[in-house]
């Protein structure tokens, strides 16, 4: 059982360039979520989807899209990436109406030059 | 929205010792708080959770506790381990009937260092 897959787990990116983001869970939750992480700044929430074909901004939502693809797969779009998106990124998901665990991919390290 | 504070930022303690990390919340529709912690390069993993229907949870050495009036929740490590030593992340959970519903969000973390 996998769990939460995210790939890349690093990307080093020039300012201006674009890429996705991919998240797949097999856990057949209805909820994903997409975190960025920093330094003292805890898990920021930028988008989620509490079930498929929903999507709603979280707290930093400015310069990123996202895509429910289907149930299993929720990515993240940077458009035109910038040095301050440098960050660890974190994928999770979690079953929708339950007070339930949220699970947690193994984060990509993202990297703005 | 939800806003969540954590603190301290960073506790030190003696192995065998007690940690509590404190956690407030700022909107009354959270119904679900969960810890995690986080261990280096990894993502963050439950280590317990409380509902808004339950004031104190306990599993061997960790205890949650949770203030619906006062809108706060702490953790509790008694008989702290070296092993214990990583970041831990309060989390309040929005619950039915709002308009972000099923919304997680996380305090800022807390970094725990247990000494041999």
């Known amino acids: 059982n996998a769990g939460v897959t995210q790939t890349p787990k690093f990307q080093v990116l020039k300012t201006g360039q674009s890429m996705t983001l991919q998240c797949a869970q097999d856990?057949?939750?209805?909820?994903m979520y997409w975190y960025r992480q920093d330094p003292g700044m805890g898990l920021r929430l930028i988008y989620y989807?509490?079930?498929?074909?929903?999507?709603d901004k979280g707290e930093v939502p400015n310069g990123y899209n996202v895509s429910r693809l289907n149930k299993r797969e929720f990515s993240l779009r940077l458009e035109s990436a910038a040095p301050s998106q440098t960050s660890v990124y974190f994928c999770?998901?979690?079953?929708?109406?339950?007070?339930?665990?949220?699970?947690f991919g193994q984060g990509t390290r993202l990297t703005v030059v | 929205g939800e806003n969540v504070e954590q603190h301290p930022s960073t506790l030190s303690v003696q192995e065998g010792d007690s940690a509590v990390i404190k956690c407030t919340y700022s909107d009354s529709a959270s119904n679900y708080f969960p810890w995690y912690k986080q261990e280096l390069g990894k993502g963050p993993q439950l280590i317990i959770d409380i509902r808004s229907n339950v004031g104190e949870k306990k599993d061997q050495r960790i205890a949650v506790t949770l203030n619906k009036t006062a809108k706060h929740f702490s953790l509790h490590i008694t008989e702290t381990q070296p092993e214990d030593s990583a970041v831990y992340f309060c989390a309040a959970r929005l619950g039915a009937g709002g308009t972000s519903y099923g919304k997680l969000t996380f305090g800022q973390g807390t970094i725990l260092t247990v000494h041999p």
């Open positions: 856990m057949n939750h209805n909820s």
């Open positions: 999770a998901s979690t079953i929708t109406g339950g007070d339930t665990e949220a699970f």
């Open positions: 989807s509490a079930s498929e074909g929903t999507t």
